[in-house]
T-cell receptor, first 116, second 114 residues
Framework: DVKVTQSSRYLVKRTGEKVFLECVQD?????MFWYRQDPGLGLRLIYF???????EKGDIPEGYSVSREKKERFSLILESASTNQTSMYLC???????????????FGQGTRLTVV | DQQVKQNSPSLSVQEGRISILNCDYT??????FLWYKKYPAEGPTFLIS?????DKNEDGRFTVFLNKSAKHLSLHIVPSQPGDSAVYFC?????????????FGKGTKLSVKP
């Protein structure tokens, strides 16, 4: 079974704090993603990585950075947390296949972050 | 501009009846489509997918239909069960999903009433 594990289910942080959200996958997937989910806005891509040390901005990268030092681990960093970053954060991973079909992304259980 | 649109934020259906969830897309380069199901406080889980070379894919109670000319896909759940109550996300990608980058719609909350 594919497993994508996020380090925390719930986090409460103060405004201005540096926040690290960790994600680990055990399927040797090349691609990893960070999304945030907000009511009425669906899932929005923050950053993704298709290889170690590689990263690409998604739709809403402002206020975030990422780190991919090892293939299995993808970290999301909030440099200086703000209240508008209160959200559900979802990590996902997927494999890059030659044909591409049946390449679904597998999600972690999510981290509910509250910034006060 | 949204590339994947789910115009119904919510849908309520009676148990045993059909649920039809709709999704429209604007990017003609999309060639791979997926549906995910999400329960509260959990990550989305993959439900069913379809590639653009097909117009229908079936898996048990779940069938996805793709109309490329209309840039429209739909998910049919027959018969609907209370355990199907969740938020359903439509997602799309280019290059058969080989880059793994999925574009999601905003989701439709399905409520199946006993």
């Amino acid at each position: 079974d594919v497993k994508v594990t996020q380090s925390s289910r719930y986090l409460v942080k103060r405004t201005g704090e540096k926040v690290f959200l960790e994600c680990v996958q055990d399927m040797d997937h090349e691609n990893m993603f960070w999304y945030r989910q907000d009511p009425g806005l669906g899932l929005r891509l923050i950053y993704f990585s298709y290889d170690v040390k590689m990263k690409e901005k998604g739709d809403i990268p402002e206020g975030y950075s990422v780190s991919r030092e090892k293939k299995e681990r993808f970290s999301l960093i909030l440099e200086s947390a703000s209240t508008n970053q209160t959200s559900m954060y979802l990590c996902a991973s997927s494999s890059t296949l030659l044909t591409g079909w049946d390449t679904e992304a597998f999600f972690g259980q999510g981290t509910r972050l509250t910034v006060v | 501009d949204q590339q994947v649109k789910q115009n119904s934020p919510s849908l309520s259906v009676q148990e045993g009846r059909i649920s039809i969830l709709n999704c429209d897309y604007t990017n003609s380069m999309f060639d791979y489509f997926l549906w995910y199901k999400k329960y509260p406080a959990e990550g989305p889980t993959f439900l069913i997918s379809i590639s653009s070379i097909k117009d229908k894919n079936e898996d048990g109670r779940f069938t996805v239909f793709l109309n490329k000319s209309a840039k429209h896909l739909s998910l049919h759940i027959v018969p609907s069960q209370p355990g199907d109550s969740a938020v359903y996300f439509c997602a799309a990608s280019e290059d058969g999903g080989s880059q793994g980058n999925l574009i999601f719609g905003k989701g439709t909350k399905l409520s199946v009433k006993p």
